[in-house]
Structures are given as structure tokens and as C-alpha cells.
């Protein structure tokens, strides 16, 4: 799905608890993540829970790009008090067995050098895998037994037990297509949606045992080859940067990141699909 738009002002959405998303947009490019997780400790760039949202440069010779998003339970471990954390402990992980994720709406958007915004890929309904938060490869699981279609409960695609049961020390996920990079973009921006709804609608609802965190931004690749072949981050994938992981919750909640600046953004906001689900 690609082709171009355009779009002015701001928007205020109920498919996002009520607040302006443009705002949102910017907060998670600009405040310290909500909680700790352990996946903090292992992926590059986020160190040891130090380092606050950021976009990197595209790398030379790099041409294609992709969105991700990461769900992960929030888990107390020997750096969490050292940081900023936006919101108090105790960071007790998913306790929760009758709660899911629900997620959709995963999408990638490019502004152009003449004010377009085109959209490089979308996922309504964005699969992955379950992977572990320490992030070694090989090592993920298909984790398609617990994910469920929310085709017909707001769109996209649920999954239970992050961080649970057979989940355990695992996170969810998800990317979308690796598309090429327009010639003339001069930045990008990434979104999806999700909350938290019941496994079972008519079993306890112990959605606030259910200490989730998501973020999202994106990766470089270097050529088609490199896609559709062995993958080694830092020679031919490096990510394109980290939003800030922020909390689960029962609303609908925008997860963003972006290149652009704050100006950038206000002046000319990206079409991101699903804003009013």
C-alpha cells in the first residue's frame, strides 16, 4: 500500500484516550521511558537504560527501510533506579494470565522535499515473532499459538503471555514490509496502536497486573538481498533509532518515533492511518 497525501493542522482522536496525537507524537521522541525492562540492558543504543529516545542517520549505501514495534513486560532489575523513570515501581512484570496485547496499524511514512508525505508500509494486522529480551538471534519463537485476529474488536491482532508461562524472558515483535527509500525524503515517521483487552471476556479482568511496555521506530537495510538473507546488525541492518517505551494501557494509545524535529512535525503532521479507530 503506498501513494501520497497531504496534511495540516492537528487532530484530537477518541481511538487515542482523547489527546492530541501530534503531542503524543512528539512526547515520545522527547520524554524518558515509562519503566525498566530487561531487553533495556541489550539492545544497542538502548544500553543500560541510559539513552533517551533518538533517530539515527541513515548509513551510506543504505536504501531500504522498515518499521518494528517491541512489547515487553517491565521487569525491576540492579540499574532501574539509577534513571528517570516516568512512572514510580514497583516494576512487576506481567502477573496477568487473562490479559492480551492488541496491536494494529503498523506503519512507516517519508516526507518529501516538497511537502508530501508517502507511505513506505503498513500492516493492519502485524504478526511477528516472540523474541528474547536479551536479544540473541536464532533464538526467537513462532509464538503463533497465542496470538488471536481482532479483526472484529478494533482491528489487528492480539497476543497473550509476554513474558509468561512458555514466554518467558521473551518479548513480542513485529515489523513491517522493508520497502525503498524515496529519493527525495528528508524524513521519516513510525506508528501503531495498542492496548490491553481480556483473553477471556467473561474471566477476572486483571488488566492492571499487566505491566506492558511498547515502543517503536524502525531499521536500515542495506540492500534487497540483505532482506530476503542473513541478517547481521551492524553490517548490513542497524536500527534507525529508539522510541520511548511507554505503558500499555486499557485506551488505544499511539506509539511513535521520528527523524523529523518537533517544528517539522507540528507544521506539517503525518497522515498515520487508524488515528480514529
Known sequence: MTG?????????????????????????????HDGPSAVLEAIPGWGSGASWPEATSR?????????????????????????????PGPYTGNQAPNTRVQQRDLQMWWLLSDGKWILGSYSAAPGGTMYP???????????????????TNGG??????????????????????????PENAVGAATAFFSRLILDNPNGPDDRDK?????????????????????????????????????????????????SLSEAQIRANPPPFIGLGN
Open 4 to 32: 501520497t497525501t497531504t496534511t495540516t493542522g492537528t487532530t484530537t482522536t477518541a481511538g487515542v484516550t482523547g489527546t492530541n496525537w501530534i503531542d503524543t507524537l512528539i512526547n515520545d521522541m522527547r520524554l524518558f
Open 59 to 87: 548509513p551510506p549505501d543504505f536504501a531500504y527501510a522498515t518499521p518494528w514495534a517491541h512489547v515487553m513486560e517491565d521487569t525491576s532489575h540492579a540499574n532501574g533506579d539509577g534513571y528517570p523513570w516516568r512512572v
Open 133 to 151: 529480551t536479551r536479544w540473541i538471534e536464532g533464538t526467537n519463537k513462532d509464538g503463533t499459538e497465542v496470538w488471536r485476529d481482532e479483526a
Open 156 to 181: 489487528g491482532i492480539s497476543m497473550r503471555s509476554i513474558g509468561r508461562e512458555d514466554y518467558e524472558g521473551y518479548l513480542w515483535h513485529t515489523w513491517g514490509s522493508p520497502h525503498l527509500i
Open 210 to 258: 499487566a505491566r506492558i511496555l511498547a515502543a517503536g521506530a524502525g531499521d536500515w537495510y542495506k540492500d534487497y538481498a540483505t532482506i530476503h538473507g542473513a541478517k547481521y546488525m551492524g553490517v548490513n541492518v542497524t536500527y534507525m533509532g529508539f522510541g520511548r517505551l511507554k505503558y500499555v494501557t486499557r485506551e488505544w494509545q499511539l506509539f511513535g518515533w521520528t
